[in-house]
């Protein structure tokens, strides 16, 4: 049971909220993004949610809200709700009020669980009877987190790092996770890629195989699938081949440009970049919406008897 402060709403200045709990939260930029959209079309919403440790607020919900005004020019003040909490129902808080959301994440809670774990030093079972989950749930989210090498586990608390990447990278010994992370810089794969080359790691009889599949990753995939690329389809004819040709130089091309919007993000561009690379990126957004229609028309066609 939550318990708040009688005290009504506060004003709290930005550089008076400190982001301690901020470690328990994914870094998401493209959601700082639309929440400050949002925040310059409507204002705030809802407020924040604070508990005090010594002279100072602590910010226990409403990270986004905060990142996105810190963001804004003219952005001094937020509301929030002062809640009495110590450490332990503190980090439980953290997870009440974003389960009662729908917005929790798997990882996340992986971070909650292991802080009163090794932190606070409660027993699973206290965990559990905390949060109001089971037992087995509290193990399996705290084997999640603890599976995962420091490396990985930093690029994920900034940013670097998808969740979706982090669950397929939890699969691995951590003396394999880094020589993948490395892979998946380099190549800019997808998804599915860095899923199906996980798959082939954890199959490799040995060393040697494995260091193939980590300096050509598409190719040991193509090969799994029973296939090694060429330059011609047999199946096809002349204009199908073409087609089939720019189909896969596009569709390795989108993946590795889905994976950097998605997860490396603006972070290492200039402003000098920006100006010079906005027009492309408007003209990407137009084509590609273009082409997608048409390819769907397309589909749409084939598939009819």
Known sequence: MLRWVP???????????????????????EAERAMARSLERYGQLSPLVVCRREDRYELIDGFKRLGAARALAGWLYLSARLLEADERTAKAAIYGL??????????????IIQALVREDGLSQVEVAELLGRHKSWVCRRLALIE?????????????????????????LPEGNQGEVL?????????????????????????????????????EALSQ??????????????????????????????????????????????????????????????????SVAALSRDLVGELERP
């Open 98 to 111: 974003n389960r009662a959301g729908g917005r929790t994440r798997e990882l996340e809670e992986a971070w």
């Open 224 to 289: 799994a699938k029973g296939f090694i690329p060429s330059t011609r389809d047999p199946r096809l004819s002349e204009t199908g081949n073409q087609v089939g040709k720019r189909l896969g130089v596009l569709l390795d091309l989108l993946a590795r440009m889905e994976v950097w919007l998605a997860h490396r993000g603006r972070t290492g561009l200039t402003p000098e970049d920006r100006v010079v690379l906005s027009p492309r990126f408007q003209r990407l957004a137009r084509e590609a919406g």
């Open 147 to 171: 599976r995962l090498g420091t490396e990985a586990r930093e690029e994920l608390r900034v940013g670097l790092l998808s969740p979706t990447a982090a669950r397929q990278m939890v699969r």
């Open 182 to 218: 490395e892979v998946m810089r380099r190549e800019a794969l997808s998804g599915a890629e860095l899923a199906g080359m996980v798959d082939l790691l954890l199959a490799c009889p040995g060393r040697e195989q494995q260091a193939y599949v980590l300096a050509q990753p598409r």
């Open 7 to 29: 005290e009504g709403s506060l004003e709290l200045r930005l550089a008076e909220i400190g982001e301690h709990y901020g470690r328990y939260r994914l870094h998401l930029p």
